[in-house]
C-alpha cells in the first residue's frame, strides 16, 4: 500500500524547499533463470522527481549453493556495475543503504540460477502548483 506524506526535510534528495507531496511505493522483483533482468521504469503520466530506493537483495529458499551475482545495467554504453554477490551458504541477503537511483534502471542476473529477490520503495516527490497557503487560526 502507497504511503502518502506533505512535507520534507532538507536532508532529504526530494526536498525542494516549501510544501511538496512525497509517495512512497513499495516495489519488488523476482529474478531467475527464466527471467534474468528487470526494468523498472516510471510512468511517463508522472511528471514529478523520482527515485528508486533500494532495501534489500536476497536468495529464495530454492537457490542452488552458487554464486548469485545481480549487476546494474547502465541506460547508456557502458559496463554494467555489480551490485551484490550472494550465495546461500555464505551470503543469503544484503541490506543496501543510500542506495538511491533515477530511473529508469535495469538488474540483471549476472550469475547464477536464483531465485533474487529485489525490494525497495519508489519514492515521487512533487510541489503543488495549486497550493495556497491556509489563513492564520485564530481561536474565537
Known amino acids: 500500500m502507497p504511503f502518502m506524506g506533505w512535507g ?28 534474468s533482468s ?8 508522472w511528471q514529478c522527481e523520482q527515485q528508486l530506493a533500494l532495501r534489500t537483495i536476497c536468495l529464495g529458499a530454492q537457490a542452488r549453493d552458487e554464486f548469485h551475482v545481480l549487476e546494474l545495467v547502465p541506460n547508456e554504453e557502458g559496463a554494467a556495475v555489480p551490485l551484490a554477490t550472494l550465495k546461500p551458504s555464505v551470503l543469503p541477503m544484503v541490506t543496501l543503504v ?24 519508489h519514492v515521487a516527490s512533487k510541489t503543488p502548483t495549486h497550493y495556497q497557503p491556509l489563513p492564520p487560526h485564530s481561536d474565537p
Open 8 to 35: 520534507g526535510s532538507p536532508s532529504d534528495p526530494l526536498y525542494g524547499g516549501g510544501l511538496h507531496l512525497t509517495l512512497f511505493v513499495p516495489i519488488g522483483c523476482e529474478l531467475s533463470s527464466e527471467r
Open 38 to 45: 528487470y526494468t523498472f521504469q516510471m510512468p511517463e503520466e
Open 98 to 121: 543510500g542506495v538511491e537511483l533515477t530511473p529508469p534502471v535495469t538488474f540483471r542476473l549476472r550469475a547464477g540460477s536464483g531465485p533474487v529477490y529485489i525490494s525497495g520503495q
